[in-house]
């Protein structure tokens, strides 16, 4: 391994692109085309909907011997979080050869093109799926392509494209990159922080201006926490989802900022205690995958969570800490009881999740404080979860409302019931009322007017962009009615078979 300060160090095609002197909040599509003129990449958006500008960003294997890939949205990607990785963009797929790659050789074949503008995007999306699925179904295409817009063409021919290319050997559908692993090697970032003579940490910077601002990125927790006692004020980064955006349509040009997508611990899963213990770094992805078995539900909302660039690098942490009212992973993690554990310094304290948010975009985070580790607990026998989104449009829109419950039905009557919503109150949170009507009662107990006056006494009556206030409240009292009734009949079934 080998040190450059001040420069961003990535790979590009088997050749190591030394970065210097660029903004700390430069995004990889500006680099590509301004500095690299590699205008394959476009800018449809900049926030991440269209899916134009969409990339591969690789990372050695434990291993150490192949490169794992992400698709990301390269306008929202500031380019300081490349360092130490490698980057793949539609020139990239051309073979030493000459050849197009079976992607971009179906999508000419069966017509998946017209004006073009939208097609490298599409070409990169669909490229980094068949990395790890060469042999998809349609509806696994067709979710790789919900974050992917064409005006033009209509998206049966590019999903028809998509099966005559896996029709290839799995061998020819992966990206040439063999040359890139020795250079990734070469240019990795330190696995282990920095001391002074004094035993002191120092975080050293990705970038550093005259002025003191800089962007850095540690490899540890430990560093993180010293970062923050130093700079409480630093915006922190995993995914840049969130800071992107503000970069792009706000011009936001934060003074430090701290990438923790290095971080190894805040990228771990663990088991303790009948419970999953989630780093902040953790993608929505991974989270996705690791639910999907135990809460189907909750994966599907997270399923429908903006596309899949966005999942790929977004966090679960992310998402809780921007405290968004129409966080869609909140709910979720609410009715399920989960709990977060919070650092500052060398102290951690655990905090419940409804405990949380003190108002609009607020929280009990102190400055220098951050979300350690997200604590989902484990389905305990006999629990029912069920959830659900409802948008204007079904793929990457913004909730309406996400409403979960999480209940036991014991002879008959509800017990342990946890309902949550996001979209009706500045901050998501518990439905007290609903659930106290709700537990110890049976179903046949439990009335459409009940639920709607405890609504109405929970909730602010207010009108927004996404919907009025009697839709909202109507959808929020008919899908505990719906979760209500789906369990009744479940447990009629039930009885009925044995």
């Given at each position: ?29 500006d ?9 394959g990449t ?9 899916g ?12 150490g ?8 949205n ?16 539609v020139?990239?797929?051309?073979r ?6 079976p ?54 021919p ?37 001391f002074?003579l ?79 213990h ?32 966005i ?37 951690t304290?655990?905090?419940k ?5 003190t108002?609009?975009?607020k ?12 604590v ?29 419950m ?93």
């Amino acid at each position: 391994m080998s040190q450059v300060t001040n420069t961003v160090r990535f790979v590009l095609d088997g050749k190591i692109v030394e970065a210097v002197g660029v903004r700390r909040t430069t995004t990889v599509l500006d680099y590509l085309r301004e500095d690299l003129h590699r205008t394959g990449t476009k800018e449809g958006c900049a926030e991440g909907d269209c899916g134009a500008c969409v990339v591969l960003v690789g990372e050695l294997n434990d291993a150490g011997d192949g490169v794992n890939y992400i698709s990301t949205n390269s306008c929202m990607q500031l380019l300081p979080s490349l360092d130490g990785k490698s980057l793949k963009t539609v020139e990239s797929l051309k073979r030493a050869n000459g050849t197009l790659h079976p992607v971009q050789e179906a999508m000419a074949t069966c017509f998946g093109t017209q004006c073009g503008f939208c097609t490298p995007g599409i070409v990169m999306s669909l490229t980094g799926l068949v990395q790890t699925l060469p042999k998809p179904n349609r509806d696994q295409i067709n979710d790789a392509l919900s974050g992917n817009l064409c005006r033009c063409t209509g998206y049966k021919p590019i999903v028809d494209a998509t099966m005559q290319a896996c029709s290839s050997s799995p061998a020819a559908l992966k990206i040439e990159d063999k040359q890139d692993i020795a250079l990734l090697k070469e240019i990795r970032r330190a696995k282990v922080p920095t001391f002074s003579l004094d035993g002191d940490i120092i975080v050293q910077p990705v970038l550093r201006t005259r002025k003191g601002n800089e962007f850095v990125a540690p490899a540890t927790v430990d560093e993180v926490a010293d970062y923050l006692q130093k700079h409480p004020k630093a915006t922190i980064v995993a995914g840049s989802t969130e800071i992107g955006l503000q970069v792009n349509k706000q011009f936001v040009r934060p003074d430090h900022v701290l990438y923790v997508g290095n971080v190894a611990e805040m990228k771990s899963i663990s088991v303790k205690n009948k419970a999953w213990h989630i780093g902040a770094a953790v993608s929505l992805t991974q989270v996705q995958e690791l639910v999907s078995q135990a809460y189907p539900d909750f994966a599907e909302v997270l399923r429908r969570f903006g596309s899949p660039p966005i999942r790929s690098t977004a966090t679960l942490a992310g998402n809780i800490a921007n405290g968004s009212p129409i966080g869609d992973s909140m709910p979720c993690l609410l009715a399920l009881g989960a709990t977060l554990t919070l650092r500052k310094g060398d102290k951690t304290r655990e905090v419940k999740l409804e405990n949380f948010y003190t108002g609009m975009k607020k929280s009990v985070l102190a400055e220098g404080e951050f979300i350690e580790t997200v604590v989902i607990p484990q389905p305990a026998t006999g629990s029912t979860f069920r959830a659900h989104k409802i948008s204007k449009r079904f793929d990457q829109d913004i909730s309406a409302t996400v409403c979960a419950m999480n209940f036991e039905l014991v002879n008959g009557k509800f017990k342990n019931v946890k309902l949550a919503y996001n979209g009706l109150s500045p901050y998501p949170s518990r439905a007290p009322k609903l659930e106290a009507i709700i537990e110890g009662n049976t179903p046949a107990n439990i009335t459409n007017d009940a639920l709607d006056a405890a609504i109405t006494s929970s909730f602010p009556a207010r009108d927004g962009l996404r919907a009025t206030w009697a839709y909202r409240s109507l959808v929020a009292r008919n899908l505990v009615m719906q979760f209500i009734e789906e369990a009744t009949h479940s447990t009629s079934n039930v009885k009925e078979a044995a």
